[in-house]
């Protein structure tokens, strides 16, 4: 028999059978909604005002363009569910469906409210609509047939208008207040207060089916903006995510007159859907810029094709840590302008993915890393080294969608850069647009990419570094015990939460998030007027947090991301202590490689969840180099085309909140109901901290075993692990880990999004084991659903029972054109110390290898 600390390889599911999906008993609402005859009062005036404005609008434009029919778009807020809706809209002439989406959180009222909780907030739907005159006649008459009998029978596939109806809360045209938001509002007003003549930003124009549509709408965005002295200076159209963005460059009087009580026409213009500020990703230098000694160069040669791929700044290729280990891509030809000094962060993440810090084990990854830069050195920086960013003149969602199609399609004559690419890092996110709600159209590119490709994306958190106050007079610290100077660091922390949302594409759905704890390797000296404020694993104060899109489960994993040291901002109010982070080359953090300075010390610390991200991206990898020495012995029982999807279980799997539980819920007595206890940890830690190493092996007490498959619409595959004998009327700690991961097609005009909804429904009764960590309806909003049990009770069982794990599929957010990939890990075990052999009797249990059924 191995010995308890010796690893064993995973092990392979036998051949899983199909079968129907289980079915699920849908929720039923609990909303009051008005009667008839109260929504004629409502709603009436308000389609008169909708008839008024389209006629005052056709006047409008008569006079420039005789006989032209205006294009606007109609909104339709509804309260409570309404299926089907745009089957209706199809049906009827002249009507667009352009975008669905949820609303939250509304303000009950005397019509409108909870019939078991009146006070309890109501969810609903936005429906924008593209409509002309002859559509806007049809929705005028359907409303007044309605009007006149809410019985009435439509004409055939219209009748869901009878339910828009009676739950229709408002409905108006978009307008102007809708298009310029807040984000954009502040951003313009920022760049004006600094002096600038020329303010860069984002159109997103409506995207219709039509191409003649979107050439109409090009044109008059060109047209408006240049009526304003300004300049298109890019355009993209991706309809796969219902994309039209414009890159605009308008001089300060432009903007202005933009910001006035009466905006140009540029502002109402129907063709506009949002303003936004330039989306743009960029890695902040630290304070300092000192070095550390060079480190030696570990001797191991590099081999194959790449699985790696980093979207990121550009590296120092020649770095002695480096030579070799990359495959530089630079299409643009940025490197010629791109000075060594500069290379700062592309260099660290490559450093990082390849060796892990380097105050580690510095075990170097067997194969090269491709790297296509997306970020480059801002040429009106005046420091050293300057700030890198993703250019300003060119659309950020355009840029990463040619460098993806690039790896695997090629470009233009150009052959497919890197198609053995199964993970691709993005340790980069867009500052001016933290998540909220509704998707960015970076994390849809993804989530695309993503499915189309069956490719993982490793993207980071975001970091946020903002001031901490603590609950103790001015200049006490030095007096406190470490314990209480991490009970208040902590306690501030977890108090303020409003301004540490995600930062896009960070909600991506596809992609796996990873957000940092507060923990690396190095040894530094304690310099007393530097604290080191929070526990060791514990939450990262920099670390941005969910939830994500629906709620789901975001950011999906933490890691280690580098500890950061504080110290006590002075002069200060006398009863609080102000303390700020200190960004800083030197230990704590991860030791990464970086440009030499005039002293030749290459290398430095540096911390973040773009740390975080590359460490998870180098997992993958060596997860990688684990599939393939299983696939070695049995080629067809792994398929490589499920080899990102495998890989997103894989690092998941290993996931657990352990003592982040404990510490987060212990600075948070206020919160007593269970369920938001789950939730609030999950917004912090997601699933937990991972454990990489320990989901790539087994070991005689702990089994592991994965399997692949596919599923259409209304399909069920079951997977069965035998339960080891020696269990049988044995009192012992055990534990069922259970992680199901697929990549989901989208539908980016669906409020759901979401495509597929797979799940599982984990057999944890028949272990004799009680649910950890997150909620059972949290852990399936997403595309990774995590769970962990555990129990030790005796079990009563005969040898050859077994347990069934059955994965479902059912569409969500609109048709499944095709079957959609999943993977599925799962471990038993018994806790450290049992001397039970449960790999040893599963493995002899096990006599089919994983099979790919449909």
Request: glycine share 8%.
């Given at each position: 028999m191995p010995r308890m600390s010796e690893q064993l390889p995973l092990l392979l599911f036998p051949r899983p059978s199909s079968t129907d999906r289980e079915k699920r008993k849908p929720g039923w609402p609990h909303t009051h909604l008005p009667d008839p005859e109260r929504q004629r009062d409502r709603l009436a005036p308000k389609f008169n005002i909708l008839q008024s404005a389209f006629d005052a609008r056709r006047i409008q434009l008569q006079a420039a363009a005789p006989n032209d029919d205006p294009d606007l778009v109609v909104v339709f807020e509804t309260i409570g569910p309404v299926d089907k809706f745009i089957g209706a809209v199809k049906r009827t002439p002249g009507l667009e469906w352009l975008l669905e989406a949820d609303e939250v959180d509304i303000e009950p009222d005397d019509d409108f409210f909870d019939i078991e909780e009146r006070e309890k907030p109501l969810t609903g739907r936005l429906f924008l609509l593209g409509t002309n005159r002859q559509a806007l006649s049809e929705i005028i008459s359907l409303w007044s047939r309605y009007q006149a009998d809410s019985k009435v029978k439509l004409d055939h596939g219209l009748g869901t208008w009878k339910g828009i109806f009676k739950h229709l809360r408002d409905v108006r045209f978009w307008g102007v207040r809708d298009r310029v938001g807040y984000d954009i509002l502040q951003f313009w007003e920022n760049h004006l207060a600094c002096g600038d003549e020329a303010v860069r930003f984002e159109i997103e124009a409506w995207c219709f089916a039509s191409q003649d549509k979107n050439n109409q709408a090009a044109d008059e965005i060109k047209r408006l903006v240049t009526a304003q002295g300004g300049r298109v200076l890019q355009s993209a159209l991706i309809s796969d995510i219902a994309y039209h963005g414009f890159l605009i460059e308008m001089p300060a009087d432009g903007v202005r007159r933009l910001l006035s009580d009466s905006p140009?026409?540029?502002?109402?213009?129907?063709?506009?859907?949002?303003?936004?500020?330039?989306?743009?990703?960029?890695?902040?230098?630290?304070?300092?810029?000192?070095?550390?000694?060079?480190?030696d160069v570990p001797i191991r040669t590099v081999s194959g094709v790449p699985v790696v791929a980093m979207l990121d700044g550009l590296p120092l290729q020649n770095h002695p840590l480096l030579a070799g280990r990359l495959n530089i891509d630079d299409p643009d030809g940025w490197e010629s302008t791109y000075e060594a000094k500069d290379r700062v962060h592309g260099t660290a993440m490559a450093s990082l993915i390849a060796y892990g810090e380097l105050d580690g084990a510095r075990v170097p990854l067997g194969k090269p890393i491709y790297v296509r830069p997306i970020m480059r050195p801002d040429p009106a920086d005046a420091r050293s080294p300057r700030q890198e960013s993703t250019p300003s003149d060119v659309l950020l969602i355009d840029l990463v969608h040619r460098a993806v199609r690039r790896i695997f399609e090629g470009d233009g004559e150009a052959p497919a850069a890197a198609p053995t690419v199964k993970v691709i890092n993005l340790s980069v996110g867009d500052l001016h647009r933290p998540f909220d709600k509704e998707l960015s159209p970076w994390a849809r590119l993804l989530d695309w990419l993503s499915y189309k490709y069956q490719v993982l994306f490793v993207v980071s958190a975001g970091n946020v570094s903002t001031d901490i106050t603590l609950e103790t007079p001015r200049e006490s610290l030095s007096a406190?015990?470490?314990?209480?100077?991490?009970?208040?660091?902590?306690?501030?922390?977890?108090?303020?939460?409003?301004?540490?949302?995600?930062?896009?594409?960070?909600?991506?759905?596809?992609?796996?998030?990873?957000?940092?704890?507060?923990?690396?390797?190095?040894?530094?000296?304690?310099?007393s007027t530097r604290y080191d404020l929070f526990p060791e694993f514990g939450v990262s104060p920099f670390s941005c947090i969910g939830h994500g899109f629906r709620r789901a489960v975001k950011p999906d994993i933490v890691l280690p991301g580098g500890r950061v040291l504080h110290?006590?901002?002075?002069?200060?109010?006398?009863?609080?202590?102000?303390?700020?982070?200190?960004?800083?080359?030197?230990?704590?953090?991860?030791?990464?490689?970086?440009?030499?300075?005039?002293?030749?010390?290459?290398?430095?610390?540096?911390?973040?969840?773009?740390?975080?991200?590359?460490?998870?991206?180098?997992?993958?990898?060596?997860a990688h180099a684990v599939i393939e020495s299983l696939r070695a012995g049995?080629?067809?029982?792994?398929?490589?085309?499920?080899?990102?999807?495998?890989?997103?279980?894989?690092?998941?799997?290993?996931?657990?909140?352990?003592?982040?539980?404990?510490?987060?819920?212990?600075?948070r007595p206020d919160i007593t109901d269970w369920r938001k206890k789950q939730d609030f940890v999950a917004r912090f830690v997601g699933y937990g901290l991972?454990?990489?190493?320990?989901?790539?092996?087994?070991?005689?007490?702990?089994?592991?075993?994965?399997?692949?498959?596919?599923?259409?619409?209304?399909?069920?595959?079951?997977?069965?692990?035998?339960?080891?004998?020696?269990?049988?009327?044995?009192?012992?700690?055990?534990?069922?880990?259970?992680?199901?991961?697929w990549l989901t097609p989208v539908n980016a005009r669906h409020a759901k999004y979401r495509a597929a909804r797979l799940w599982i429904k984990p057999p944890h009764d028949g272990f004799g084991a009680s649910r950890m960590n997150c909620d059972w309806q949290h852990v399936q909003r997403g595309t990774l659903q995590h769970e962990v049990f555990e129990g030790e009770n005796a079990l009563a069982f005969v040898d050859g029972a077994e347990m069934v794990f059955k994965v479902n599929c059912a569409e969500?957010?609109?048709?499944?054109?095709?079957?959609?990939?999943?993977?599925?890990?799962?471990?038993?075990?018994?806790?450290?110390?049992?001397?039970?052999?449960?790999?040893?009797?599963?493995?002899?249990?096990?006599?089919?290898?994983?099979?790919?059924?449909?």
């Open positions: 140009p026409e540029l502002a109402h213009s129907e063709r506009v859907m949002f303003f936004r500020p330039r989306g743009q990703a960029l890695a902040r230098p630290e304070d300092d810029d000192t070095r550390l000694p060079s480190t406190l015990s470490s314990e209480e100077r991490s009970r208040l660091a902590l306690s501030a922390h977890l108090s303020d939460s409003l301004n540490r949302r995600l930062l896009t594409p960070a909600e991506s759905i596809n992609a796996l998030t990873v957000g940092a704890v507060h923990a690396d390797a190095a040894r530094f000296p304690i310099i110290r006590e901002r002075l002069p200060g109010v006398p009863e609080t202590t102000q303390v700020n982070l200190i960004n800083s080359n030197a230990a704590p953090g991860h030791l990464v490689a970086a440009p030499p300075d005039s002293s030749g010390n290459n290398t430095k610390y540096t911390r973040g969840t773009s740390n975080a991200a590359a460490l998870a991206t180098r997992g993958a990898a060596q049995s080629p067809s029982d792994i398929p490589e085309r499920f080899d990102g999807v495998l890989l997103k279980a894989i690092l998941a799997h290993g996931a657990e909140w352990g003592n982040l539980e404990r510490l987060i819920l212990s600075s991972a454990d990489i190493d320990r989901a790539l092996s087994c070991t005689e007490q702990r089994a592991t075993l994965i399997g692949v498959g596919e599923l259409n619409d209304g399909d069920g595959l079951e997977f069965r692990a035998p339960l080891p004998p020696c269990l049988s009327a044995k009192i012992v700690k055990r534990r069922l880990t259970v992680t199901l991961a969500d957010g609109g048709k499944l054109q095709e079957p959609v990939s999943f993977a599925l890990c799962v471990s038993l075990e018994v806790g450290e110390g049992v001397n039970l052999p449960i790999y040893q009797e599963i493995r002899e249990r096990v006599s089919v290898p994983v099979g790919l059924r449909a």
